[in-house]
């Protein structure tokens, strides 16, 4: 569990908000899965499907939401438009030069 604890990274997106999220580089020819939790989740909750996944050789993007986790918590309601958070995703896509990816994501 620590070496998968230590491939979470910070990022700064353009908004200015800190997001924490796990990152890993896809092998060849692999897309890449950014796994997008709801509510009341964390990025830690996809970690069978994180190792499943790893293990084939997906690249994996899974953060903790915008008010989240170890991710910055505005409370300002209008920080959380779907828009914005859509934006702030590509923002980690962008940084970690993902250029194919599937989103997938889960809420309660």
């Known amino acids: 569990m620590e070496s998968f604890l230590s491939s979470f990274k910070q990022f700064k ?3 200015g908000f ?3 999220y796990y990152f890993s580089s896809a092998t060849s020819g692999k897309p890449t899965l950014l796994l997008i939790h709801g509510f009341p989740s964390l990025a830690i909750d996809w970690h069978n499907q994180i190792t499943f996944f790893k293990a084939k050789g997906y690249g994996l993007v899974v ?10 918590k505005p409370e300002e309601y209008t920080e959380y438009l779907h828009t914005l958070l859509a934006q702030d995703l590509v923002d980690i896509l962008d940084h970690e030069e993902v250029t194919d990816a599937i989103a997938l994501g889960h809420d309660w």
């Open 13 to 15: 997106v353009s908004r």
């Open 18 to 20: 800190k997001y924490h």
């Open 63 to 72: 953060p903790d939401m915008l008010g989240y986790g170890g991710t910055d």
